[in-house]
Each structure stands twice: as C-alpha cells, then as structure tokens.
C-alpha cells in the first residue's frame, strides 16, 4: 500500500496537504519569503521521526504491560551543503516506565520503526512533470 499526500499552492509560497481527510498548511517563515502559516517541509520530516518513535514507543509499551504516560520525543536533524539537505538525525526519547531491563528490548522495537528506518537507507525519488 503507498503512503500518499497531495500538496496545492495555497499563494505565497505555502501549500495545502492533504493526506487522507486530514489538511494542513506549509509554509516558510518569513525571512525566507512566507508567511509562517505552517511548518516547513523539513521540519515534517523531522516531526515524522519523533512521532513515529513515540508511536512505535507507545505500542512498546502497550504490548509489555507499561504505562505510555509520559512519553516525550525530542527528534532534529542538522542541515548540511553539497548537496543541502538534512542530515545527522537524531531522536532522545523519555519513557518514564521502561524498567531497566527491558532497555534494549526497547530500543531494537522502538528503532525499527518505518521512518527511522527510510531515513537510514538512501532513496531514489522519481520526478514527473505534467501540464
């Protein structure tokens, strides 16, 4: 099954997304020529990296018998040249009822989850262009 989402210019340089039912807006800030009406498409990236481990913490969790209150992602990636893009994701995850013992357990789950893993595999993107 393809993950799908549909970007329309929105004016200025924003775009309304739609993914499934849900809609929202991106956009740049304004010293780089938006209007701050959404996030930037970098940070998403950034952002479906922290809640896809909060997420794949959260069934953790769930299927060991814990508490999934309290959990918290901090997720950022640094912006490199040559070419720009983002780089040297990280993720600091605080799970407040993981119990020593199943730290590993944890991490092996908890890293697998899809976006970390796309993330740490190149990719080839295909570009087509219709009028």
Do not use: W, Y
């Not at 340089?13 to 956009?27: C, L």
């Amino acid at each position: 099954m393809a993950t799908k989402a549909k970007a329309t210019f929105a004016g200025g340089i924003s775009f309304d997304i739609e993914i499934r039912e849900h809609k929202f807006t991106v956009d740049l800030p304004p010293d780089k020529g938006g209007e701050d009406r959404g996030p930037t498409p970098p940070e998403l990236v950034v952002a479906a990296l922290a809640s896809c481990v909060g997420v794949f913490a959260t069934l953790f969790a769930k299927r060991n018998g814990l508490s999934p209150e309290g959990i918290e992602v901090e997720a950022q990636a640094e912006t490199v040249q040559a070419p720009m893009r983002l780089a040297n994701f990280s993720a600091k995850l605080r799970f407040p009822s993981l119990p020593a013992e199943l730290e590993d357990k944890a991490r092996a789950f908890i890293g697998a989850c899809l976006v970390g893993q796309t993330l740490k595999h190149a990719n080839e993107i295909s570009l087509e262009i219709s009028r």
